[in-house]
């Protein structure tokens, strides 16, 4: 396993969402380099059907093998909820979703064993987040919420817009007069409106980023298989982002989300793979 150790982690997302992703395993993990793939062409996934998003995610783990790539996570709830098991059968490096990491930390978190969960349409159609809870703790109740335009309202950079906050009304007005005690926040975009979801659930509610929780699971499996990064590379650690549409744009917004400057991303045919 030793070659592999200076090998990048591959993570890739609908968009700009699992960014929050890898501003996480920056932290968790500071020595490994890693390669995202963002498919800004193609996003959002959360209203394509489990063929569509399997045959997307096949398409970006063949290019990120083109990386040597030592691991994968998919920084996608939808994706995590419909193609993981489908490409963990197929390809032979280990690929992590976000969605079992989410579901457990919201476990631990609840104290009257009231999860919400909020995704896309796909995710939420899945069940994935209430199958996992209930195989975690049968007792658990779980109300599920899709909330679809939070995906757009990230990428086109509306965080701070007024409509923003009528629209986070619209989609949780119904959870927020139930007594769940934690809300996983079940798509990657989301964490980008956290403090404005928090703000209007209110603090008593626990807000779960499955993204922290992925990071450790990535910890854990690297040091595991004994592929962990030892730091010696001189240079530290490298990043290099890759998009299957606007670069610039994605550029701009990855400044905003990365505790470093992002000084290039590049454009891929995605459909070639």
Excluded at 108 to 122: C, E, F, L, P, S
Excluded at 143 to 148: G, Q
Aim: with cysteine; net charge negative; charged share 25%.
């Amino acid at each position: 396993m030793e070659c592999k150790k200076g090998a990048p982690v591959g993570v890739f997302d609908s968009g700009v969402g699992g960014l929050t992703v890898v501003r996480e395993i920056i932290r968790q993990l500071p020595d490994e380099n890693i390669v995202y793939f963002g498919d800004t062409a193609r996003v959002p996934y959360g209203s394509k059907s489990q063929k569509t998003v399997i045959r997307f995610s096949e398409q970006i783990i063949r290019f990120l093998k083109t990386k040597q790539v030592k691991a994968i996570v998919i920084a996608c709830n939808t994706a995590s909820a419909l193609a993981l098991d489908a490409v963990r059968d197929e390809f032979d490096v280990p690929i992590l979703g976000v969605v079992v990491p989410g579901a457990r930390a919201a476990v631990k978190a609840t104290r009257n064993q009231k999860i919400g969960v909020v995704g896309t349409d796909a995710t939420v159609r899945s069940g994935m987040y209430t199958k996992i809870i209930r195989e975690l703790n049968p007792r658990i109740q779980v109300l599920e919420k899709a909330c679809p335009l939070f995906v757009p309202l990230v990428e086109e950079g509306f965080k701070e817009h007024a409509v923003t906050q009528e629209i986070i009304e619209y989609y949780l007005e119904s959870l927020r007069a139930t007594d769940i005690d934690a809300m996983i926040l079940g798509c990657t975009h989301y964490p980008l409106l956290r403090s404005r979801i928090r703000a209007y659930m209110g603090e008593d509610i626990q807000i779960v980023n499955p993204a922290y929780e992925t990071a450790l699971d990535l910890k854990t499996l690297l040091e595991e298989r004994e592929m962990s990064s030892d730091g010696r590379e001189a240079s530290g650690s490298r990043y290099e982002f890759y998009v299957s549409d606007t670069a610039e744009k994605f550029r701009q917004f990855a400044n905003t989300v990365m505790p470093f400057h992002v000084p290039e991303t590049n454009v891929v045919n995605i459909e070639n793979y």
